[in-house]
Nanobody, 126 residues
Framework: QVQLVESGGGLVQAGGSLRLSCAAS????????ITWFRQVPENSREFVAA????????YYADSAKGRFTISRASRENTVDLQMNSLKSEDTAVYYC???????????????????WGQGTQVTVSS
């Protein structure tokens, strides 16, 4: 049983940066893919970036490539999403999710994920 807590959201100007963190309690991230999704009210939940804890493999949505970096943080059981060059269209609620897997990959489909955080609001102003 994994509990996830997101932090780091807030209000930032376009072109600025923000770092989101996803911290796990109850279990370590071993044998999990950890993934960030985002959602605005009129849209379905959108894949942003993922990391497989064991393999270190990372995956990015096209919208995130070159701007966002997902990584295993120095703090134990924490995954960070460094977001640079933020745009107004990045505004959304960002969710951290975990999917148990013995493989080295990660799914981009939100329905595959077993555990979810409460979300953190990211608002990018122009």
């Amino acid at each position: 049983q994994v509990q996830l807590v997101e932090s780091g959201g807030g209000l930032v100007q376009a072109g600025g940066s923000l770092r989101l963190s996803c911290a796990a309690s109850g279990r370590t991230f071993s044998s999990y893919a950890i993934t960030w999704f985002r959602q605005v009210p009129e849209n379905s939940r959108e894949f942003v970036a993922a990391i497989n804890w064991n393999s270190g493999n990372t995956y990015y949505a096209d919208s995130a490539k070159g701007r966002f970096t997902i990584s295993r943080a120095s703090r134990e059981n924490t995954v960070d999403l460094q977001m640079n060059s933020l745009k107004s269209e990045d505004t959304a609620v960002y969710y951290c999710a975990a999917d148990y897997t013995t493989g080295g990959g990660a799914s981009r489909w939100y329905a595959e994920y077993d555990y979810w955080g409460q979300g953190t609001q990211v608002t990018v102003s122009s």
